[in-house]
T-cell receptor, first 112, second 115 residues
């Protein structure tokens, strides 16, 4: 079946450094790739998303890149801050009639 | 305030005792979904609904039932809960655009323990 792999499972960086999380999907029909951030004890919330007709999208310190040929997409966080510490989930989906498949998550710790 | 609500937030029950977790959204979203979250496994979709009276299985539907009789509500039913259904459950909703998927808005979660 369809799946989304996500690496690394844990990531620890110094404040101010960059963090990169990578995901690979299996379903070639996927065309929507959101990233969600989940702080401890809270619900997941969207931080950025990208569609298959776009190769890169940026929002302040956060960027996402997509390589449809290789079926992988990545989240880049620059100038990390302690409040970036959370679990990050990538996901892949197709149309509104399809399942949404999430990756297993990456626990990011930003050390002050 | 636009939101997704779930009830109850916490539930401890015994094996075999039927339970329902309610989910409601006030954003007029067509798409609603249920997920379970377990350590190391991320969010796994249980069931989803593209619109009223239209539902489909996600990746882990066994042991669960859903119904979508109204656009705003999407209850999750466990007819005979078992300990392996102990988990954190999230309801979510989003717009539905036919060929396009959209951001999902999550409820606060329901922590279920089955003993």
């Amino acid at each position: 079946g369809e799946n989304v792999e996500q690496h690394p499972s844990t990531l620890s960086v110094q404040e101010g450094d960059s963090a990169v999380i990578k995901c690979t999907y299996s379903d070639s029909a996927s065309n929507y790739f959101p990233w969600y951030k989940q702080e401890l004890g809270k619900r997941p919330q969207l931080i950025i998303d990208i569609r298959s007709n776009v190769g890169e999208k940026k929002d302040q310190r956060i960027a996402v890149t997509l390589n449809k040929t290789a079926k992988h997409f990545s989240l880049h966080i620059t100038e990390t801050q302690p409040e970036d510490s959370a679990v990050y989930f990538c996901a892949a989906s197709g149309t509104s009639y399809d399942k949404v498949i999430f990756g297993p998550g990456t626990s990011l710790s930003v050390i002050p | 305030e636009a939101q997704v609500t779930q009830n109850p937030r916490y539930l401890i029950t015994v094996t075999g005792k039927k339970l329902t977790v309610t989910c409601s959204q006030n954003m007029n979203h067509e798409y609603m979904s249920w997920y379970r979250q377990d350590p190391g496994l991320g969010l796994r979709q249980i069931y989803y609904s593209m619109n009223v009276e239209v539902t489909d299985k996600g990746d882990v539907p066994e042991g669960y039932k859903v119904s979508r009789k109204e656009k705003r509500n999407f209850p999750l039913i466990l007819e005979s809960p078992s300990p392996n259904q102990t988990s954190l459950y999230f309801c979510a909703s989003s717009l539905s655009g036919g060929e396009r998927s959209y951001e999902q808005y999550f409820g606060p979660g329901t922590r279920l323990t089955v003993t």
